[in-house]
């Protein structure tokens, strides 16, 4: 299957600090999806973004197929954004989407 | 805003026991997934179903595990004889064509 690394593994912010995490895929994708998991386990949906650049309040997030690679931009970070972030993409061939191993992420006030 | 569900949302089961993880998809979805999440490590894909059968299933997803659409609205995972090391969270999800939205999660603790 599609092969996902994510940097950082771990983040740590003060309050108020931008952020950019990566996801860097294997093979072509037809479907890319990030996914904040909160401390109670939740995955929560964040962005489906195949391709192209989408902004969803202080989030935003870019993905360049062709070379590849997905960002995930944290702006203004707050407390609430803590947690595990997950790329997951899915291969042209294959039903499944592929999850990173995720970044975890710490803001601090 | 229509949501996947789950139950139960924690499940503890002695070593060898069989137990039924339980979902009801997205209404008008047409794939659905189930996925599990080993203590703090990622999401790891188990099968896919689509038709009325399965479209897709990882190494994971051995003899033991098995999934069935029993009517129009639910979505079953059974695990028939349960080892510790099924101990996990299990996501089921579902997708009409594109975005695919996660349940909360069941935590099966096999003991």
């Known amino acids: 299957g599609i092969q996902v690394e994510q940097s950082p593994p771990d983040l740590i912010l003060q309050e108020g600090a931008n952020s950019t995490l990566r996801c860097n895929f294997s093979?072509?994708?037809?479907?890319l999806q990030w996914f904040h998991q909160n401390p109670w386990g939740q995955l929560i949906n964040l962005f489906y973004?195949?391709?192209g650049t989408k902004q969803n309040g202080r989030l935003s997030a870019t993905t360049v197929a062709t070379e590849r690679y997905s960002l995930l931009y944290i702006s203004s970070s707050q407390t609430t954004d803590s947690g595990v972030y997950f790329c997951?993409?899915?291969?042209?061939?294959?039903?499944?989407?592929?999850f990173g191993k995720g970044t975890s992420l710490l803001v601090t006030p | 805003e229509p949501e996947v569900t789950q139950t139960p949302s924690h499940q503890v089961t002695q070593m060898g026991q069989e137990v039924i993880l339980r979902c009801v998809p997205i209404?008008?979805?047409?794939?659905f997934y189930w996925y599990r999440q080993i203590l703090g490590q990622k999401v790891e894909f188990l099968v896919s179903?689509?038709?009325?059968?399965?479209?897709?299933k990882s190494e994971i997803f051995d003899d033991q595990f098995s999934v069935e659409r029993p009517d129009g609205s639910n979505f079953t995972l059974k695990i028939r004889s349960t080892k510790l090391e099924d101990s996990a969270m299990y996501f089921c999800?579902?997708?009409?064509?594109?975005?695919?939205?996660f349940g909360q999660g069941t935590r099966l603790t096999v003991v």
């Open positions: 997951a993409p899915k291969g042209d061939s294959g039903y499944a989407l592929n």
């Open positions: 179903f689509y038709n009325n059968e399965i479209s897709e």
């Open positions: 093979d072509s994708v037809n479907n």
């Open positions: 973004i195949p391709s």
């Open positions: 999800a579902s997708m009409l064509g594109t975005e695919a939205f």
């Open positions: 209404s008008n979805h047409l794939y």
